[in-house]
């Protein structure tokens, strides 16, 4: 059980790592499209819009740069959900035309508030779990450290139970660490 353990925590840390490292989400077909697409934009504003006579260059170019800057980062939001529904069991297809049908990247915004938690496999038994979990449903796998009497979440370098007050010295390590007693 102290093997699964170990087991488990340097899942959690790969876990925590893959969560921080937001660029690698993104794919390289997003950021190709959002380089075109802001060059597009540049020449919608200096190729194709008419000049007129009176216009300031400067307010131009701002502009250009603030519309290709918007729909290039739109871009490269939507290559990165296109990722993230995935490890997160959604639809892929169905919130990829909610973020490209709503306008004004309020589809984004509807998917960063609807997304389901990450979901992560059981080290034991690749069962699908949110982070939350202490233990595995299907396998009883341990994936956090819990009191060994009422089994709530303890820190690992908790001396004494936030919750119930029991001494965790008293669970033993194999013990404490497995939740239910036989
Ligand atoms: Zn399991
Ligand atoms: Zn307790």
């Known amino acids: 059980m102290t093997m699964f353990w ?3 925590q340097e899942r959690s840390q790969n876990a925590g790592a893959a969560g921080e490292d937001h660029l690698s989400m993104i794919p390289t077909w997003s950021v190709v499209l959002a ?15 008419p000049h007129h006579k009176h216009e300031m260059l400067p ?10 800057t918007a729909f290039a ?10 990722r993230d529904v995935k ?7 169905l919130w990829m035309l909610i973020m490209v049908v709503m306008p004004g990247g309020i589809g984004a915004v509807v998917y960063f508030l609807l997304r ?11 069962t699908e779990l949110t982070s939350s979990v202490h233990f595995c449903p299907q396998c009883q796998f341990q994936l956090a450290p819990v009191c060994g009497r009422c089994f709530r979440g303890v820190q690992i370098t908790d001396v004494y139970c936030a919750q119930c007050g029991h001494d965790l010295a008293e ?7 497995r939740a239910y007693s036989d």
Not at 35 to 49: E, N
Not at 73 to 82: A, E, F, P, T
Request: aromatic fraction near 12%.
């Open 116 to 126: 389901q938690p990450l979901l992560t496999p059981c080290p034991h038994c690749s």
């Open 73 to 82: 980062s739109y871009v490269l939001l939507v290559g990165y959900v296109s």
């Open 171 to 177: 669970d033993h390590a194999p013990a404490r660490l």
């Open 87 to 93: 490890r997160r069991n959604m639809p892929g297809g």
């Open 6 to 8: 170990n087991q488990g």
């Open 35 to 49: 380089i075109l697409v802001f060059a597009g934009i540049q020449y919608l504003f200096h190729g194709v819009m």
């Open 59 to 68: 307010m131009r170019l701002l502009m250009g740069y603030s519309w290709g």
